[in-house]
């Protein structure tokens, strides 16, 4: 069966009845309408509640109040009559809900009072819901049958039963194998520490990409890949840069640097697939333009800790696939973060991994403490600013749906970020507005 996916701010509407509409949701809201007469359906993914009119005109699909109405006419026009159709609403998640002082910033809640209320205006039925909560979901509407799947990143799990992890032994390897982790180019965490300079010159940059043909490989592959549609092919490392120009190449450099270490799949954290490398590279983007937008911190160091804040994951998913569940049930069964669930059944958490990796890596201390501390910022003791925006920059990620994984669950917002960073509510919503052109942008 075909899949057309719905990204953040769009919709998409189908009449072909082999075909299934699907989106996944943190606090946006996901809307699926469906005409059981004519077999027709629609999936809108909504952002934000409401917005400014230049904006609601120009994408009507990020806000509730425009992106209903345009999802009814829409199937309106495909022949459906307002009566027949029937909705099903997911979302709306408070994903930093264990921490009574980020209320304010429940825009998951807000999102859902808009869109039911338009709902009931337009005289639509709501016959399923799964909203709230602070865990993602996925959420898919068949339009042959009108069904709709809900699935949330806060799986039931398996009853592990009374034997225990020895967490010791987990740990021990866990940390082995943070130790080892490496990329598969040798030259690749040099390239990595050179792409962050602001000193980097194209000679140096070149001159060592060409002393590894992996990442030499990496580096062509992805400058092609980003040169799409052209009728022109770059052969050469020099080409690369005068056509993106050095910050762009950088940026190649440093994710073919990390390509080979990222997984497809990461089943340990019930992520879809590929979309652990999505969502690191997504809170690249974003951690850069809260970078530039703020100015504070290098926008290139902060797309780099963007990119490697879940580095431990990797470590996690790799080597410690039979105790996880532990993990799992822990998120399950009792009230703590992922965090806190991986500490308690594995003896450290991912954050923890990352920190070891990137030290035995020599990354620079301020993207250590990036890396280490990207859920608990009021733990850094020199980046402080760096690690808040990584730290927001993954809840923005969290919050668009995008890598949504068992980890987002009681993964608080920390205040002290938010206030280190001088940001408010219409500031987190502004950025929020800004994330479409960033994230949908073929830049790096
Ligand atoms: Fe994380
Ligand atoms: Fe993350």
């Known amino acids: 069966m075909k899949t057309k996916i719905v990204l953040p701010g769009e919709c998409e509407f189908s009449d072909n009845m ?28 909504i952002i934000l509640p409401d917005g400014p009119d230049y904006k609601k005109e120009a994408r009507p699909c990020y806000y509730a109040v425009t992106g209903i109405p345009h999802l009814v006419s829409g199937l309106e026009r495909m022949g459906s009559s307002r009566k027949n159709l029937t909705a099903s609403i997911a979302g709306g998640a408070h ?18 009072v808009m869109t039911e209320a338009l709902l009931a205006e337009f005289g639509i039925m709501v016959a399923q819901s799964s909203l709230g909560g602070n865990w993602g979901r996925g959420m898919r509407l068949d339009v042959g049958n009108g069904r709709v799947t809900i699935n949330s990143s806060r799986k039931e799990q398996v009853e592990p039963g009374s034997v225990d992890t020895t967490t010791c032994d987990v740990k021990q390897i866990l940390l082995q194998k943070a130790n080892e982790l490496q990329p598969s180019s040798k030259v690749a965490i040099r390239a990595l520490q050179l792409a962050n300079s602001s000193f980097a010159s194209f000679r140096d940059l070149t001159e060592l990409i060409l002393k590894d043909q992996v990442l030499a490989a990496n580096v062509m592959k992805l400058s092609n890949s980003a040169f799409f549609g052209s009728s022109r092919t770059i052969t050469n490392v020099s080409q690369a840069i005068n056509l993106f120009g050095m910050d762009r190449f950088k940026k190649i450099v440093i994710q073919s640097c990390v390509m080979d270490i990222y997984p497809i799949t990461f089943d340990r954290y019930g992520m879809e697939d590929g979309s652990f490398f999505h969502h690191s590279l997504a809170c690249a983007k974003i951690a850069e333009a809260i970078s530039r937008q703020i100015g504070i911190a290098e926008p290139e160091t902060a797309y780099l800790a963007g990119l490697l804040h879940d580095l431990g994951k990797i470590v996690i ?25 991986e500490t308690d059944s594995l003896g450290i958490d991912h954050a923890a991994i990352g920190g070891i990796i990137s030290k035995k890596w020599q990354l620079p201390q301020e993207l250590v403490e990036a890396i280490a501390y990207h859920h608990k910022p009021q733990n850094a003791s020199i980046a402080n600013e760096l690690v808040s925006i990584v730290h927001v920059a993954n809840h923005i990620c969290n919050m668009l749906g995008i890598g949504l994984s068992t980890s987002t669950m009681g993964d608080e917002l920390e205040m002290s970020a938010i206030e280190l960073l001088k940001l408010d509510e219409k500031a987190v919503e502004g950025l929020l507005d800004i994330m479409p052109e960033i994230l949908q942008s073929h830049d790096f």
């Open 18 to 45: 082999t075909e299934c509409l699907e989106t996944y949701l943190g606090s946006c809201v996901g809307v699926a309408i469906h005409d059981p007469i004519i077999k027709t359906g629609g999936l809108l993914h």
């Open 317 to 341: 998913e790799r080597f410690a696939a039979a105790q996880f569940m532990f993990v799992l049930h822990k998120l399950s069964r009792k009230q703590m973060s992922c965090l806190q669930a």
């Open 95 to 112: 994903i930093n809900t264990m921490n009574p002082s980020c209320a304010s910033f429940n825009i998951g809640q807000r999102n859902i």
